[in-house]
């Protein structure tokens, strides 16, 4: 893909081509992008009520005028850096896309420690404490946005379109857009949600750890993408592949998508493995782009040729054998 320094095995190689003929074929693409250049700036914002700052990394389209805005969590340990892969392509796609950072439970909790420490400050970190701190970020960081998008000499000053906003995340970050997205808690009474979320997409989604899963899961409206693999089990948390599959089917009220990645791990969604080493080359990257531009494409922009490609022929073509993609009835029925 353009502008995107990737190396890919024969295998990949032969993926991409049969989705780009596929789909070039059916008068969609999804991984078409215009040559030129993206744009990547660091700010930082700033909670006073909170004493927080929440550093984000955003990337902007080459095109000038007001562009969706798709926002980012990232896994436990992780930082705004993560996953430019995604980051590159959506814009290149007409996105702004904002990677938040979570202090708390960013790279901070395992950089300074000890390598025997860190499994253990890991698993301190993924707590209801910063998972709250966590879902407090997003609406922060869009009022930020919002006054930046119309604040003279702000480099992001009417680059952003904030009626239609998509929300993702990998890991805690799946976690945390399934909170914001309208994910209740036991009792029902306990909600974060943010309603100006037009759409989301979970990567390795998490069933609740109490409650019911249907009364969890059944106030989400807006529509869902859910990416997970066959190995997709988490070191931290004792989440299992097979719990991974206990979200879609409980979307009851959002018309919801979901792919199972054919012996996808936790690690395959991102650049890196566990042992840091690069994951250039990964195989479910170009299905990941694909499918998540469809989807941001059909849900932020009202795109119908994406959203036929996405219900139709097109995702199909995009995956390997053994991977599943689903459907369920409201995404089937358009609604």
């Known amino acids: 893909m353009a502008g995107m320094k990737t190396f890919v095995t024969s295998a990949a190689a032969a993926l991409i081509s049969t989705v780009l003929l596929r789909a070039e074929a059916a008068g969609y693409d999804p991984l078409k992008v215009r040559e030129g250049e993206v744009v990547s700036k660091t700010f930082e914002v700033k909670d006073a009520p909170r004493d927080r700052v929440l550093p984000i990394r955003v990337y902007l389209p080459e095109a000038t005028g007001p562009a969706p805005v798709i926002l980012f969590s990232h896994g436990l340990g992780g930082s705004r850096d993560n996953n ?26 395992w950089k300074d420690v000890a390598q025997p420490d860190r499994m253990a400050a890991m698993r301190g970190a993924a ?21 930046w998008n119309s604040e003279e000499g702000n480099p992001l000053k009417g680059r952003l379109d904030l009626k239609h906003i998509g929300m993702s995340g990998h890991s805690f970050g799946a976690v945390t857009t399934q909170s914001v997205a309208g994910q209740t808690f036991p ?37 869902c993408l859910l990416m997970t693999g066959t190995l997709d089990t988490s070191p931290i948390g004792n989440t299992g592949a097979e719990d991974r599959l206990k979200v879609f089917p409980h979307l009851t009220q959002a018309p919801a998508w979901q792919v199972v990645f054919d012996k996808a791990t936790h690690m395959s969604f991102g650049e890196r493995d566990l042992r840091g ?30 959203k036929d490609w996405l219900s139709g022929d097109g995702a199909k073509a995009a995956l390997a054998a053994g991977d599943r993609w689903e459907l369920n009835e409201r995404a089937r029925a358009g609604r």
């Open 84 to 109: 430019p892969y995604l980051g590159n392509h959506w814009a290149k796609r007409g996105y702004a896309v904002v990677f938040v950072q979570h202090p708390g439970s960013d790279e901070s909790v």
């Open 187 to 223: 009792g029902g009474s306990v909600s974060f949600s943010e309603p100006r979320l037009t759409a989301a997409v979970m990567f390795s989604p998490s069933p609740p750890k109490l409650g019911d899963p249907g009364e969890a899961f059944g106030s989400i409206r807006i529509p």
């Open 127 to 147: 707590s209801a404490k910063n998972l709250i701190l966590r879902v407090k970020d997003i609406p922060v960081v869009i009022d930020t946005l919002t006054a």
């Open 277 to 306: 080493n690069s994951e250039s080359g990964n195989r479910y990257h170009t299905p990941i782009l694909a499918l998540t531009t469809a989807f941001w494409d059909a849900g932020l922009k009202g795109d119908a040729g994406a």
